[in-house]
C-alpha cells in the first residue's frame, strides 16, 4: 500500500508502467518449474502519459517547454518519469550527462556537454499530473509457467471519474455541451463571459456590434453592462481576438475583422473543456518451446477508448483488437549457429496502447507522415551467429496500412570481434509507395576499430539518402536529404572507465533547393 510503481514489459500491446498511490496484491503458487502466479492492484493516478516531438534549435540548450496532452502549456512532471530521446538514442539525466529537467515548470535544458543543432530530431516521453478529474487504475493479472510452455493475461482498465472534476468545475451548460461534442475537442469549448460589476482592479468588456457581429470590447465605464471574460489561445488564425496590451491587473483583448473569412486573431472568449475519458486493455499471451531449437509464442489483445464518457457519439470506433505471432527456429549448430525467425502483427485502425508501440525511431524508419486503415507487420530473417565472435542479421520487413501506405525494408546488421579488430555494421533499404508520397531510403553505418594494448585507432562511415516524392505533384518533399560522413579516430585508456580519444569527421550535405537535392555544405570537426 501506498506509493506503487505499475509496470508491464512483457506484454507488446499492454507496455507501460505508472507511478500511483494505492493498493497491490501478489500470489505465487506451485514450484519455480511449474508455479502460477496472480496479482491485483488498484489505485488513484499519478500521472498521465504523454510525448513531445520537435526540432532542436541551432545552438539553444534550452529550456524547451514539455506540454500536456490538450495542450496545456504548463504541466507538473511526474519526477524521474521522463525518457529523452535525440535522434533515437536515449540520453542520461544530470548536470555531468546530457540533460537537467524542471519537473515544477515542465522544462527541459540540456548541458554544454551535449550541445544541440538544428538537425537533431528530439522526443521527449513522460508523465504528468492531470488534476481535471480523480483518475482510477485498476490492473491486474495471471500467469502459468511450466517447462516447456507459459501461458498469462492481463487487464488494464484506466478512467476518470466525470462526477469528480478538480480544476474544471463544470455547470449543467457545460456538461451539454460535452455531451453534444462526441470526440471532437473542437466543439468541446463554452462561451466564457460572465456578467459582473464595475471595478477598478478588474478587466472588463462590453458587447457591441462590428459589421453585424456581436464582440466583446475592453470598456473602463461603470455605466455600461459589463462581463468578465477569459480568453483562450486557440492558435494563429484560428481566433478573432489578439492581445494588445498587458496592464498592471491583466491583459486586454481586441476584435480584429476576417479576412476574406479567414480569422485574423489567435484567441477566442471561451474556454476550453476537458471531457473524461476511459482506456481498457486486455491480453492473452503464451510461449511454447517444444525443445531447444525451436520457440513459438503469440499474443492477441483488445482496447476499448472513449475520448467522452460524458458522450455516447462517436462511440463506433472506440473498441479495437490486436494479434502478433512470433517463432524461432536453429538451422544449423557447428561453428556457425544459423537460426531462422519470422514475426507476423495486425492493429486493427481502432486499437489504441497506454504507451508506443514501436520503437522510437518507427516512423522515420518508414518515411511515415500520413497513414490511415488497418496495420499489418510481416518481419523474417536469418541470424549467423559465431560464438564468442560475433553475429550477423539480415532481415526483410514489410509494413502495410490497409488505406494508404505499403512499404519493404531489407536490412543487414552485424557485429564482430576478431582478435584485435571491432568491426560493426548497420545498412537499410526502404521502399514505399503511399496515398501521400512515394521514397527510397537508403541508410548505412560502419565501424571498424584495432586495439594494441590500451590503444586503439579506427575508422566510421556515415550515410544517409532519402529521396521522397509527393503522389499529388510528383516533386521531392522536404524530407529528401543527404549527407555523408567520414571519420578516423585513435584513443588511449580503459574505453569502460577512464580514456582520451580524438577524432576528426568530415561531413557533406545534401538538402532540397529549389525541387532537387544539392550540396549546400561541407563541415569539418
Known sequence: AGDLFLENRQSKFLNFNK????????????????????FASAALVRGQYARSTFTGQEGNQGPYKLRGNNGELYVLVISGSERVYVNGILKKRGENNDYIIDYNAGEITFTSLFPINSEMRIVIEYQYSDRNYTRFVTYGGVNHTAKKWSLGGYLYSENDVKNQPLQQSLSPEQVDILNNAGDDI???????????????????????????????????NPNDELYNVRFTLVGNNLGNYILTNTAAIGKIYQYVDPVAGIPQGNYEPVVRLVAPTKIQI????????????????????????????????????????????????RLLTKKWQVDAFGNYQFIQENFRT?????????????????????????????????????????????????????????????????????LQQNTSVLNSDGNFAKSTFVRNQSQARYHFKKNWIGGTFRLEDNQERLAATNQLSSLSQKFTEYGAFVGRGDSTKVFVELGYLQRVNDSLQNGMVKRVNTSQS
Not at 298 to 326: M, R
Open 186 to 220: 473542437n466543439q468541446m469549448n463554452a462561451p466564457s463571459a460572465y456578467l459582473d460589476t464595475y471595478s477598478d482592479n478588474k478587466i472588463l468588456y462590453k458587447k457591441v456590434i462590428v459589421n453585424g457581429v456581436e464582440v466583446f470590447e475592453y470598456s473602463n
Open 19 to 38: 507511478k500511483v498511490q494505492g493498493l497491490a496484491t501478489r500470489f505465487t503458487l506451485g514450484k519455480e518449474d511449474n508455479k502460477t502466479e496472480i
Open 354 to 422: 497506454i504507451e508506443r508501440l514501436f520503437n522510437i525511431e518507427f516512423n522515420r524508419d518508414w518515411n511515415l507522415t500520413t497513414f490511415s486503415g488497418n496495420q499489418s507487420l510481416i518481419v523474417n530473417g536469418l541470424d549467423f551467429t559465431l560464438p564468442q565472435k560475433g553475429k550477423l542479421t539480415y532481415q526483410f520487413e514489410k509494413l502495410d496500412f490497409s488505406k494508404s501506405f505499403t512499404g519493404n525494408r531489407h536490412s543487414v546488421n552485424g557485429f564482430f570481434k576478431l582478435n584485435q579488430w571491432n
Open 282 to 329: 486486455a491480453t492473452v499471451l503464451g510461449k511454447y518451446n517444444p525443445n531447444e531449437k525451436t520457440a513459438v509464442d503469440f499474443e492477441l489483445g483488445v482496447s476499448n477508448n472513449d475520448q467522452n464518457l460524458f458522450s455516447a457519439l462517436d462511440d463506433e470506433d472506440n473498441k479495437g483488437v490486436a494479434g502478433k505471432l512470433n517463432f524461432k527456429q
